[in-house]
């Protein structure tokens, strides 16, 4: 009997846009603007170290359609790499990179072999008797169940199942391609090469259904390590399967708990604290973060009213450790006043003053009817992309209508600039 070991990946997203690096510079910037490139670099050169004898993607190499050739000719690129080495890719595309969303194509390398989208179709590696199948997405959202139609286990064969599906919608993710636990269990095929959710997880043992994640995070959402998995097979049994880390840039959220904290100094050092820490933590790649502040604090009021420094002060000591070590991506307040709401509206000044108006503005309807013809006005102009890609609670607010949370929002802002300013 044979035995063979092979790379499964997926969602590659090969020159995704990141977000959150618009007018900034350095570096650590340009590191995770080019993460993507790197991952699949380190993806192919793992797969010739460890002598693998094929690799498969399952679907979202590409994000979408190119901008030009040159995510074509990395790709070709690195093919041309594997290929040199005798190792064959079997690549199925899915939702992000389906036949309807790229218009730009190149010959690929011989080794390359692409699933078809118009009927499942089987590859065989006789040699190691092995038989993989697959289809490709033909439009982006495709909303029957692909399993069915897939080919019946080649007998005496290692079968693989190449699939890009949500699965049920696991994680959030579009529910392309659904599909059931059970249907892929009934098909009778040794292990499923799934893609299209991000996060990896073994979900069957026999056979083996596999998300393996996507190679590199791009953004906040995605943290921890990434990268693609390693399976050994012998004598037509899985004896090992391992998540080997492809990522060059390593996600995280530092919540930072500040409920001692007395000034913004004691703030500065903890967060220098907490990126040193996490920096430890993430194997010598670069630190991509975003910082939470939060927790009942005497500075709140200064926090707030100095976002803009924090930011710039989590960066500085991001750059104290070292060129290329640590990025942070944002700061986000989320502490609490020492003294709270109620208290401030009892006092007898401009500060007590702005505190009842904002507790009284929430049920104004004049005053939101304004609000809504005012900021109603600017939302609707947003491209339809950022308005359903949100991680700001008042901007969401605003764009789903919510003007009463709006103000529910934007009060303990206003209330902590008048406090910091009047204190």
Request: glycine share 10%; net charge negative; proline share 4%.
């Amino acid at each position: 009997m044979t035995s063979f070991r092979f790379f499964h990946a997926a969602d590659i997203h090969l020159d995704s846009p990141l977000r959150g690096l618009a007018g900034q510079e350095g570096n650590a910037v340009a590191r995770v603007r080019t993460a993507t490139r790197e991952a699949l670099d380190t993806l192919v050169r793992l797969a010739i170290e460890e002598m693998v004898d094929f690799l498969v993607i399952a679907g979202d190499l590409y994000d979408g359609d190119w901008r030009d050739y040159k995510t074509g000719l990395f790709f070709a690129a690195q093919m041309g790499r594997l290929n040199k080495e005798g190792i064959p890719v079997y690549l199925l595309h899915g939702n992000h990179d389906a036949e309807s969303q790229i218009t730009r194509r190149l010959d690929l390398p011989d080794n390359v072999h692409v699933f078809g989208s118009r009927k499942p179709e089987t590859f065989a590696l006789d040699e190691m008797n092995v038989a993989l199948h697959g289809q490709s997405f033909r439009q982006r959202d495709v909303t029957d169940n692909l399993v069915p139609d897939y080919p019946a286990p080649v007998p005496g064969a290692f079968n693989i199942g190449v699939l890009h599906t949500g699965l049920g919608g696991m994680g959030g993710h579009e529910n392309y391609a659904p599909c059931a636990i059970e249907d892929l269990t009934n098909k009778g095929y040794d292990y499923w090469a799934l893609g299209h959710v991000h996060q990896a997880g073994v979900l069957y043992e026999k056979p083996r259904i596999v998300f393996p994640g996507n190679l590199q995070g791009r953004h906040v959402r995605e943290t921890g390590a990434k990268g693609a998995s390693l399976v050994t097979v012998e004598d037509g049994d899985i004896v090992e399967l391992t998540t080997v880390p492809c990522d060059v840039v390593r996600w995280a959220v530092l919540a930072i708990s500040l409920d001692d904290a007395e000034n913004v100094g004691d703030v500065i050092e903890r967060i220098h604290d907490a990126v040193e820490a996490a920096v430890n933590e993430a194997d010598g790649r670069l630190l991509a973060c975003r910082i939470v502040l939060e927790g009942r604090t005497a500075a709140h009021d200064q926090l707030v009213a100095s976002e803009d420094r924090m930011l710039a002060e989590a960066r500085a000591g991001a750059l104290g450790l070292g060129d290329e070590v640590a990025w942070v991506e944002k700061v986000v307040i989320d502490t609490v006043p020492d003294v709270d709401a109620r208290t401030l509206a009892e006092r007898e000044d401009a500060i007590g003053e702005l505190q009842r108006l904002l507790q009284e503005a929430t049920g104004d309807s004049d005053l939101l009817a304004q609000i809504e013809d005012d900021i109603g006005k600017l939302v609707r102009q947003l491209p339809h992309d950022m308005r359903g890609d949100i991680d700001d609670s008042a901007l969401k607010a605003a764009v789903e209508g919510e003007f009463a949370a709006l103000i529910g929002e934007v009060s303990p802002y206003l209330s902590a600039r008048l406090t910091a300013q009047g204190d």
